[in-house]
């Protein structure tokens, strides 16, 4: 089971729109739609900000969304702010084993 | 409030044993899955693997199985990880986290420990 692919980084300017995107096969999504986003900063712990692929936890800015289309799926995050620069994570529940994986990870920067 | 607090920094030799741990508070601790996550320095989320306090059910990854041990003990809310002959490869931060899920299947991890960084060195 191969961790979902994402892309190593992602840039963008204050106020603009980045999508990142999380691809897979078949077996890394499963039947479901169980895909979450975590967000980290350095040396803290990963943050939760999108769960079943596009529902935002309370708290969490509207500014970011999930979507999915067959085997990829995608973090947007519209507005950008210097405090979104930190590393994302996707994850997807297999309903096999490994029963989660987490793609690679995506260092946003901010300019 | 949920928490989840983790126990501190380990320094260890290769071959020796440790056990590391999580505790739970501001919840049903026994009846929500705990999953370990490690994190290697300057590289990504692995999941390793994910067990039920309540019963102790386990389900490991299949990179982990074998080299791990988790366990929990739901009188206190605490879930443990545990290593009996550490390796330098196993240098990395460890996390737990609460899995939290509308069903039975799937699930997010909503909550997480500040992480216990391991190293491993002779």
């Known amino acids: 089971q191969s961790a979902p692919t994402q892309p190593a980084s992602v840039s963008g300017s204050p106020g603009q729109s980045i999508t990142i995107s999380c691809t897979g096969t078949?077996?890394?999504?499963?039947?479901?739609?169980?895909v979450s986003w975590y967000q980290q900063h350095p040396g803290t712990a990963p943050k939760l900000i999108i769960y079943d692929v596009s529902n935002r936890p309370s708290g969490v800015s509207d500014r970011f969304s999930g979507s999915k289309s067959g085997n990829t799926a995608s973090l947007t995050i519209s507005g950008l702010q210097a405090e979104d620069e930190a590393d994302y994570y996707c994850?997807?529940?297999?309903?096999?084993?490994?029963?989660?994986?987490f793609g690679g990870g995506t260092k946003l920067t901010v300019l | 409030e949920v928490q989840l607090v983790q126990s501190g920094a380990e320094v260890k030799k290769p071959g020796e044993f440790l056990k590391i741990s999580c505790q739970g508070s501001?919840?049903?601790?026994?009846?929500?899955?705990i999953a370990w996550v490690r994190q290697a320095p300057g590289k990504g989320l692995e999941w390793m693997g994910i067990m039920f306090p309540a019963n102790s059910e386990t389900r490991y990854s299949p990179s982990f199985q074998g080299q791990v041990t988790m366990s929990a003990d739901k009188s206190i809310n605490t879930a443990y990880l545990q290593w009996s002959s550490l390796k330098a490869s196993d240098t990395a931060m460890y996390y737990c986290a609460r899995r939290v899920t509308s069903g039975d299947l799937g699930g997010e991890f909503d909550y997480w420990g500040q992480g216990t960084l391991v190293t491993v060195s002779s």
């Open positions: 994850s997807s529940y297999t309903g096999r084993s490994p029963l989660w994986v």
């Open positions: 078949s077996s890394t999504f499963g039947p479901y739609n169980y």
């Open positions: 501001g919840y049903n601790f026994p009846n929500y899955w």
